[in-house]
Nanobody, 127 residues
């Protein structure tokens, strides 16, 4: 079992910056591919960014590419989402997710592929 706890959410002004963290416990995440998803009211959960367990491979939704950066520190069992130049449309609950994977280079883009989820952290971007 893996427990995931997100932190770092809150209110941020458009054009500012915010860093989300996802701390894992229970098992080391070094053999897990990780992802950040978000869900806005009335909308489906969508992928924001994904990263392989090695960190070598990353993937971003088109709407955040060039603004957000996913990274991980396996020694700290933590995954990060750096949000730069956020926009009001980035307002959502952000979730961290983990999928067991030993390939080192695979990332996953569909929510149904992930095994574990955090409780989410609210991010609100004001205009």
């Amino acid at each position: 079992q893996v427990q995931l706890v997100e932190s770092g959410g809150g209110l941020v002004q458009a054009g500012g910056s915010l860093r989300l963290s996802c701390a894992a416990s229970g098992r080391t995440v070094s053999s897990f591919a990780m992802g950040w998803f978000r869900q806005a009211p009335g909308k489906e959960r969508e992928l924001v960014a994904a990263i392989s367990w090695s960190g070598w491979s990353t993937h971003y939704a088109g709407s955040v590419k060039g603004r957000f950066t996913i990274s991980r520190d396996n020694a700290k069992n933590t995954v990060y989402l750096q949000m730069n130049i956020p926009k009001p449309e980035d307002t959502a609950v952000y979730y961290c997710a983990a999928k067991q994977d030993y390939s080192g280079s695979n990332y996953y883009t569909r929510a149904t592929e992930y095994d574990y989820w955090g409780q989410g952290t609210q991010v609100t971007v004001s205009s």
